[in-house]
């Protein structure tokens, strides 16, 4: 199987079929990735298998369990999950908050090489960071453990604005710390291709009259 081949399966297995020039981007991902991850450690894989299976299909898979609207990606790393629903969903706006400098030049260039106008870069962290519009939502994935994560994405959250955050199995663990004030609204769980556990998209929003 090659790998145009193992992206097409792998995404058909979450219930993702994408157009070819879907594909073709994100063929430019991982390549892209290959390039800079000679000069940095962008996500840990090292195979094309690798970052399919754990990582692409993984951000594929939640593009049917989100929200209609602008989305901020906080902690986003290689573009995980931002960069891949924003090739999806091409006419999706689409904010990706990075930090660290190098993997914001990263998210930088893979915007200008997969041809994603509707996103744009943020080297700053959430709560540096004003949005220009609403949002339907703050995606997060692999950024901190739930408790610590919310206090980050606070100043982004409010009415009609959730944290969407991705997580495995020990996300009821994490849950239990969660501070006052905040609750979980929805946890929509589905299944990855060759793991024997489900992962989750949790829906966190802040109580009414806090």
Same mark, same amino acid.
């Given at each position: 199987?090659?790998?145009?081949?193992?992206?097409?399966?792998?995404?058909?297995?979450?219930?993702?079929?994408?157009?070819?020039?879907?594909?073709?981007?994100?063929?430019?991902?991982?390549?892209?990735?290959?390039?800079?991850?000679?000069?940095?450690?962008?996500?840990?894989?090292?195979?094309?298998?690798?970052?399919?299976?754990?990582? #692409? /299909?993984?951000?594929? &898979?939640?593009?049917?369990?989100?929200?209609?609207?602008? +989305? *901020?990606?906080? !902690?986003? $790393?290689?573009?995980?999950?931002?960069?891949?629903?924003?090739?999806?969903?091409?006419?999706?706006?689409?904010?990706?908050?990075?930090?660290?400098?190098?993997?914001?030049?990263?998210?930088?260039?893979?915007?200008?090489?997969?041809?994603?106008?509707?996103?744009?870069?943020?080297?700053?962290?959430?709560?540096?960071?004003?949005?220009?519009?609403?949002?339907?939502?703050?995606?997060?994935?692999?950024?901190?453990?739930?408790?610590? #994560? /919310?206090?980050?994405? &606070?100043?982004?959250?409010?009415?009609?604005?959730?944290? +969407? *955050?991705?997580? !495995?199995? $020990?996300?009821?663990?994490?849950?239990?710390?969660?501070?006052?004030?905040?609750?979980?609204?929805?946890?929509?769980?589905?299944?990855?291709?060759?793991?024997?556990?489900?992962?989750?998209?949790?829906?966190?929003?802040?109580?009414?009259?806090?």
């Amino acid at each position: 199987m090659n790998r145009r081949q193992r992206l097409s399966a792998g995404l058909a297995s979450v219930g993702v079929t994408p157009p070819g020039d879907v594909l073709e981007q994100l063929e430019g991902w991982l390549a892209l990735h290959a390039r800079w991850s000679r000069r940095m450690n962008l996500t840990g894989a090292r195979t094309d298998e690798e970052l399919i299976d754990r990582h #692409l /299909v993984d951000s594929a &898979a939640i593009v049917r369990l989100l929200p209609a609207g602008a +989305l *901020a990606d906080v !902690g986003s $790393g290689a573009g995980l999950p931002g960069l891949v629903v924003a090739m999806i969903e091409p006419h999706r706006p689409m904010f990706l908050l990075e930090p660290l400098e190098r993997r914001a030049a990263f998210l930088q260039q893979a915007v200008l090489e997969l041809g994603l106008g509707q996103v744009q870069v943020v080297a700053a962290r959430s709560e540096q960071w004003q949005p220009p519009q609403v949002l339907a939502g703050v995606l997060a994935r692999a950024v901190a453990p739930l408790s610590r #994560l /919310v206090s980050l994405c &606070a100043p982004l959250l409010g009415p009609g604005t959730p944290l +969407l *955050a991705m997580k !495995g199995p $020990g996300w009821r663990d994490e849950l239990l710390s969660l501070a006052p004030g905040w609750r979980l609204k929805a946890s929509d769980h589905y299944r990855l291709p060759g793991r024997e556990y489900k992962h989750v998209l949790l829906r966190i929003e802040q109580e009414e009259g806090v």
